[in-house]
């Protein structure tokens, strides 16, 4: 069986976008292939743990910069484990020095979920390290066509080094039962309808900001799930719009009510302003729950998801007229939410789907391993 070593920030229970297709792909992996995480802990300590099936070493840091984790004992670990294959998912320059220092353990397969978009200066001391690393790679795996078109680096690499397989996830978990259905209609009763609903970390790139201001103009309520830096920016900034009693800062709540908190909602809301928002996977997730999108056209993998007039909406981010008039049009067209909201999960079924990520990334593994699936 191969022994296949996963590199990345976090793991769950960290609930961000990576981490969560990080979390859904190994416990699938795992009934193939021998699974191992190795991430970051959030203090010096390191612990050894088993979640859902999966082993997962947290090390200890000595601290973050440019909001990568230096983990010491990385080099080692590797070295220690023995794998067949390194997966490792960036951005993350520490991961790419740390296997470069062990020796180049196993082969490498690279995860690129985005380009460092914000720390140029940490990009132009990394770059020469970061080709390296590329050309290292026996396969680079990522989530849409985009994100080898926009980038600067895997855009000059041969096409054939890089393959697709789109974020998948489990639909079945979003089923709408009756329990759900009793959490959605209390969210709908304490937030108030019509109701548009943004999840997602409240930091610099998802464009928070931009869709509060939107709000002045959107007949409607407002569900923000999330935490970060700027929320109490964000809360200030809702006062000074005059829309603070429409806007519901409801923090992070559990996975159950999350999902209910899409079924809760008439229009999901991505209003994501930099390249950092990659892929967007809440996206799929509202798909899912048969809801239309309204995100934004950047040069990244969220208009490939999000299909504008098809499966939602999609506007020129930065822009808070033309995002208040895609989310009041899908709100006042209570047919036209519906017949987008049955495509987008018809899309969610057909290309965002967990169990074919999982054995689309194993024969990833097969070919770079050079083995058969009855060798496995």
Same mark, same amino acid.
């Given at each position: 069986?191969?022994?296949?070593?996963?590199?990345?920030?976090?793991?769950?229970?960290?609930?961000?976008?990576?981490?969560?297709?990080?979390?859904?792909?190994?416990?699938?992996?795992?009934?193939?292939?021998?699974?191992?995480?190795?991430?970051?802990?959030?203090?010096?300590?390191?612990?050894?743990?088993?979640?859902?099936?999966?082993?997962?070493?947290?090390?200890?840091?000595?601290?973050?910069?440019?909001?990568?984790?230096?983990?010491?004992?990385?080099?080692?670990?590797?070295?220690?484990?023995?794998?067949?294959?390194?997966?490792?998912?960036?951005?993350?320059?520490?991961?790419?020095?740390?296997?470069?220092?062990?020796?180049?353990?196993?082969?490498?397969?690279?995860?690129?979920?985005?380009?460092?978009?914000?720390?140029?200066?940490?990009?132009?001391?990394?770059?020469?390290?970061?080709?390296?690393?590329?050309?290292?790679?026996?396969?680079?795996?990522?989530?849409?066509?985009?994100?080898?078109?926009?980038?600067?680096?895997?855009?000059?690499?041969?096409?054939?080094?890089?393959?697709?397989?789109?974020?998948?996830?489990?639909?079945?978990?979003?089923?709408?039962?009756?329990?759900?259905?009793?959490?959605?209609?209390?969210?709908?009763?304490?937030?108030?309808?019509?109701?548009?609903?943004?999840?997602?970390?409240?930091?610099?790139?998802?464009?928070?900001?931009?869709?509060?201001?939107?709000?002045?103009?959107?007949? +409607?309520? $407002? @569900?923000?799930?999330?935490? *970060?830096? %700027?929320?109490? #920016?964000?809360? /200030?900034? &809702?006062?000074?719009?005059?829309?603070?009693?429409?806007?519901?800062?409801?923090?992070?709540?559990?996975?159950?009510?999350?999902?209910?908190?899409?079924?809760?909602?008439?229009?999901?809301?991505?209003?994501?302003?930099?390249?950092?928002?990659?892929?967007?996977?809440?996206?799929?997730?509202?798909?899912?729950?048969?809801?239309?999108?309204?995100?934004?056209?950047?040069?990244?993998?969220?208009?490939?998801?999000?299909?504008?007039?098809?499966?939602?909406?999609?506007?020129?981010?930065?822009?808070? +007229?033309? $995002? @208040?008039?895609?989310?009041? *049009?899908? %709100?006042?067209? #209570?047919?036209? /939410?519906? &017949?987008?909201?049955?495509?987008?999960?018809?899309?969610?079924?057909?290309?965002?789907?967990?169990?074919?990520?999982?054995?689309?990334?194993?024969?990833?593994?097969?070919?770079?391993?050079?083995?058969?699936?009855?060798?496995?």
């Amino acid at each position: 069986m191969l022994h296949v070593v996963h590199i990345g920030k976090y793991y769950w229970p960290y609930r961000r976008g990576i981490e969560t297709y990080l979390r859904v792909l190994c416990e699938r992996l795992t009934e193939a292939v021998d699974v191992d995480v190795v991430v970051a802990n959030e203090g010096m300590r390191t612990v050894r743990e088993e979640v859902n099936g999966v082993r997962v070493t947290r090390l200890g840091r000595l601290g973050e910069v440019a909001s990568t984790s230096l983990c010491t004992q990385l080099p080692l670990t590797l070295r220690r484990l023995r794998p067949d294959i390194v997966h490792v998912h960036l951005p993350n320059p520490w991961a790419e020095w740390s296997y470069l220092a062990a020796g180049a353990p196993g082969r490498l397969v690279v995860g690129f979920h985005s380009d460092i978009i914000r720390q140029k200066v940490l990009l132009r001391l990394h770059a020469p390290v970061h080709r390296l690393f590329l050309r290292r790679a026996a396969r680079i795996i990522v989530a849409t066509p985009r994100h080898i078109e926009y980038s600067p680096f895997l855009s000059q690499l041969p096409p054939e080094r890089c393959t697709v397989i789109p974020y998948g996830i489990d639909a079945k978990e979003f089923e709408l039962t009756r329990e759900m259905e009793r959490m959605a209609g209390g969210l709908r009763a304490q937030c108030g309808t019509p109701l548009v609903l943004f999840v997602g970390q409240l930091v610099y790139y998802k464009g928070v900001d931009v869709l509060i201001r939107a709000m002045r103009e959107v007949e +409607g309520h $407002l @569900a923000i799930i999330g935490r *970060g830096p %700027l929320e109490q #920016e964000l809360r /200030r900034l &809702a006062r000074e719009e005059c829309v603070e009693g429409r806007v519901h800062f409801l923090g992070y709540i559990e996975e159950g009510k999350l999902r209910a908190a899409y079924h809760a909602c008439d229009v999901f809301c991505l209003p994501s302003t930099q390249r950092s928002e990659a892929f967007g996977i809440v996206q799929v997730e509202a798909f899912a729950c048969g809801k239309p999108v309204v995100s934004t056209d950047l040069p990244s993998g969220v208009p490939w998801v999000n299909r504008d007039g098809e499966t939602g909406l999609i506007v020129p981010p930065g822009d808070s +007229g033309a $995002l @208040a008039a895609a989310l009041q *049009g899908l %709100l006042n067209d #209570e047919g036209l /939410r519906r &017949a987008m909201g049955a495509r987008a999960r018809a899309r969610a079924a057909e290309v965002f789907d967990a169990d074919r990520m999982a054995a689309q990334t194993l024969g990833v593994y097969q070919e770079v391993a050079g083995a058969t699936r009855g060798e496995l």
